[in-house]
């Protein structure tokens, strides 16, 4: 059996990138981001990127990285209030900006993840996010057709995993992961830690049959967006 585990980011990613791909990043915020494999990614120089994810990291961190390096054409996200850098290349029109509500986003990657092609929502009728869109009416509440999520490559960060690519997540740092690493053609995950054997069946939020490609990662600092601190008063 050929092993899904790599001994680098830039391993996992050798053979699967090219220029144009769509690639699912699981993350929200700096909270759970694959952050080695972004990094592989960046240094590839692959061209021409549609990036999908519920944001883009913040300047210098994060996709805000691949933004920097001018290897993104356009994204799907529904947040992007941290990345000064992701503004100005927006207004210039030098960066092409889908946004999506948020709840809509994670229901799209999991249509994408099911094999699902589209849906209805109510969510967005009446707004800018529903122009050009179908629309319907269920029980005469107005609906507009989304489309599910298929990207040519997931990228994922995970806690645990096992050499059979099962994959634990961490408390908050689960966020979009599971969802983004169902929707894509190939699956990439990096975990913190890899077990010898199998996880728990009643512990994996992942199954491995959804994952091509694992690398084991060490990260000393996890960064946060913003770090807010203040005196301590004595009590």
């Known amino acids: 059996m050929v092993s899904k585990l790599f001994d680098a980011a830039s391993a996992a990613l050798a053979g699967v990138v090219r220029d144009g791909m769509t690639v699912a990043v699981g993350g929200f915020g ?5 952050v080695n494999l972004i ?36 994204v799907l996200s529904s947040y992007v209030g941290e ?21 809509t986003l994670a229901e799209r990657l999991r249509a ?4 699902i092609p589209a849906f209805y929502t109510p969510t967005g009728v009446g707004t800018t996010v529903a122009e050009g869109k179908e629309e319907r009416a269920f029980g005469g509440t107005r609906a507009i057709l989304e489309e599910g999520i298929f990207a040519d490559l997931a990228l ?8 059979e690519g099962n994959l634990r997540y961490r408390l908050t ?7 983004v690493a169902t929707a894509g053609r ?10 010898d054997g199998f996880l728990d069946p009643n512990e994996i939020h992942t199954p491995g049959i ?3 490609r694992l690398v084991e990662v060490v990260d000393p600092v996890k960064d946060i967006e913003q770090r807010t601190v203040r005196a301590r008063v004595d009590a």
């Open 30 to 34: 700096l909270s759970g981001i694959p």
């Open 39 to 74: 990094r592989a990614l960046r240094d590839t120089g692959v061209r021409d990127l549609v990036v999908v994810s519920n944001n883009m990291g913040v300047d210098g961190k994060g996709l805000g990285v691949l933004l920097e390096n001018g290897q993104v054409r356009k």
């Open 83 to 103: 990345n000064r850098f992701f503004a100005e290349r927006y207004l210039s029109s030098a960066l092409e900006v889908e946004f999506v509500p948020q709840g």
């Open 112 to 115: 994408g993840g099911a094999g």
């Open 156 to 163: 994922v960060r995970a806690y645990e995993a096992d050499r």
């Open 173 to 179: 740092a689960r966020n979009f992961n599971p969802l």
């Open 186 to 195: 190939v699956t990439i995950a990096e975990a913190e830690h890899v077990v």
């Open 210 to 212: 959804f994952v091509q």
